[in-house]
């Protein structure tokens, strides 16, 4: 069974900073994407940053670049989301979430990480709240 654990969230102050991890259990990373979402209260959800652990690319949205590194630990089978220079507004409910990166028909196809709808296993959400 496809398995995926979110941990790392928590409080903290503005300016600070967590470090998310996203384990998986029931399958290995190779040749998925991975992505971290969030969801603010009254908002909809949206992509935060993914890698393609294969290749390691990786994306992230204009509102955390420069502040929001994506990694993976193959040996581990986890990616992390290392977040800092925290802001308030980066409170939410954040989500990491995995599909096959390359076409299950034709191996030579691969798909772009941040082609957000391609997602189809979830984890839990981690809560993380930024305020003094």
């Known amino acids: 069974e496809v398995q995926l654990q979110a941990s790392g969230g928590g409080l903290v102050q503005p300016g600070g900073s967590l470090r998310l991890s996203c384990a998986a259990s029931?399958?290995?990373?190779?040749?998925?994407?991975v992505g971290w979402f969030r969801q603010a209260p009254g908002k909809k959800r949206e992509g935060v940053s993914c890698?393609?652990?294969?290749?390691?690319?990786?994306f992230r949205a204009d509102s955390v670049k420069g502040r929001f590194t994506i990694s993976s630990d193959n040996a581990k089978n986890t990616v992390s989301l290392q977040m800092t220079d925290l802001k308030p507004e980066d409170t939410a409910v954040y989500y990491c979430?995995?599909?096959?990166?390359?076409?299950?028909?034709?191996?030579?196809?691969?798909?772009?990480?941040?082609?957000?709808?391609?997602?189809?296993?979830w984890g839990q959400g981690t809560q993380v709240t930024v305020s003094s």
């Open positions: 890698i393609s652990v294969s290749d390691d690319s990786t």
């Open positions: 979430a995995a599909f096959p990166a390359r076409d299950p028909t034709d191996w030579r196809i691969s798909y772009y990480c941040n082609d957000w709808t391609r997602y189809v296993s």
């Open positions: 029931g399958f290995t990373f190779d040749n998925y994407a």
